[in-house]
C-alpha cells in the first residue's frame, strides 16, 4: 500500500562548521506511521531531528542545505521558508529528548506550559485537555488526585509520560522523541511503546531508538544512519 506523505527531505545536508554529518539525504516520511531511526552514537540520529525542528539554529558553526517540506493542511510547507514562523513549526512538530525533563512545577502545570507560551492557557475547555493528554499517555489514573504535586516527584518513567502528555497538549502533527525510553526500565518502556501506537493514529512519529527490539515491534519503517546517510531496512 502507498502511504501518503507527511514529510519531503529533498537533498538534505547538515555541517557543523566545516564536519559534514549529514549527507545528501533525501526521503520521505509517510503520515500515520512510527519510523524508527537507528544507528551507533554520534551517526547524526540527533542532528537529524533538529533539522525537522530548527532546533540546530543556535548552534555556532552549524548550517543545513537542502529542502525540508511538511504536509500542513492541504499543502507542503518549505520550513525554512523565511516567512514560515519557527514558533509555529516547533508547536506542529513537538520534541520529546532522551532524559525526562519536567519543569519545576506541578504535574497539572506541567502539561498546561505550552498552552501559557502561546497564550491559550485561560480557555474553559483547559482541563479538559490536560485530561486527555494524560489518558493518551496513561497517565491520568496514576496522577488524577495529585496534578498539583511537583512533577520530579513522580518516577522516570512517569516523567517520560508526563513529558510526552506535555508535547501532545498542543495537538502536534509530528512527535518526534530522541531515545525516549533509554533511562527507563523494562515496564516503563513497553508503556511508552503502547501509547506512541495509539498516538499514531493522530499524529507522524519518528522515534531514535537505540534498541533493535523496540523498533521491531512497533515502527512501520527502519531506517539506520551511517555515516550520514540513510539506509532503509525495512
Ligand atoms: P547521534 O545522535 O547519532 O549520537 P549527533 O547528531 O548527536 O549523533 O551527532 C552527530 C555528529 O555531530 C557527531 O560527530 C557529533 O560529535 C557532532 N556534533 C553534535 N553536536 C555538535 C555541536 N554542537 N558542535 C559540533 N559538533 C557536534
Ligand atoms: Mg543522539
Not at 559534514?20 to 526521503?27: A, E, Q, R, T, Y
Not at 530548527?54 to 504536509?71: C, D, F, N
Amino acid at each position: 500500500m502507498k502511504m501518503k506523505p507527511k514529510i519531503k527531505i529533498k537533498n538534505l545536508g547538515f555541517y557543523y562548521n566545516a564536519h559534514p554529518v549529514l549527507k545528501n539525504i533525501s526521503m520521505e516520511i509517510a503520515k500515520n506511521t512510527i519510523t524508527a531511526v537507528t544507528g551507533p552514537s554520534g551517526q547524526g540520529k540527533s542532528t537529524l531531528l533538529f533539522t525537522l525542528n530548527r532546533l540546530w539554529e543556535t548552534m555556532e558553526g552549524a548550517r543545513v542545505t537542502g529542502q525540508i517540506e511538511i504536509l500542513f493542511g492541504e499543502k507542503f510547507q518549505n520550513i525554512y521558508d523565511p516567512g514560515f514562523s519557527v514558533s509555529t513549526l516547533r508547536r506542529r512538530v513537538g520534541m520529546v529528548f532522551q532524559m525526562p525533563n519536567p519543569l519545576p512545577m506541578s504535574i497539572y502545570k506541567n502539561v498546561v506550559f505550552p498552552l501559557k507560551l502561546k497564550g491559550a492557557a485561560k480557555q474553559a475547555d483547559t482541563p479538559f485537555r490536560v485530561e486527555t493528554a494524560l489518558k493518551r499517555c496513561f497517565l491520568w489514573e496514576e496522577v488524577k488526585d495529585r496534578l498539583n504535586e511537583d512533577a520530579r516527584a513522580l518516577s522516570g518513567g512517569q516523567q517520560q509520560r508526563l513529558c510526552i502528555a506535555r508535547a501532545l497538549i498542543l495537538k502536534p502533527q509530528v512527535l518526534m522523541l530522541d531515545e525516549p525510553t533509554s533511562s527507563l526500565d523494562d515496564t516503563a518502556c513497553k508503556m511508552i511503546e503502547e501509547l506512541l501506537v495509539e498516538v499514531k493514529k493522530e499524529c507522524t512519529i519518528l522515534l531514535v531508538s537505540h534498541y533493535l527490539d523496540q523498533v521491531k515491534r512497533i515502527a512501520d519503517t527502519g531506517l539506520r544512519l551511517s555515516r550520514g546517510q540513510i539506509i532503509q531496512e525495512w
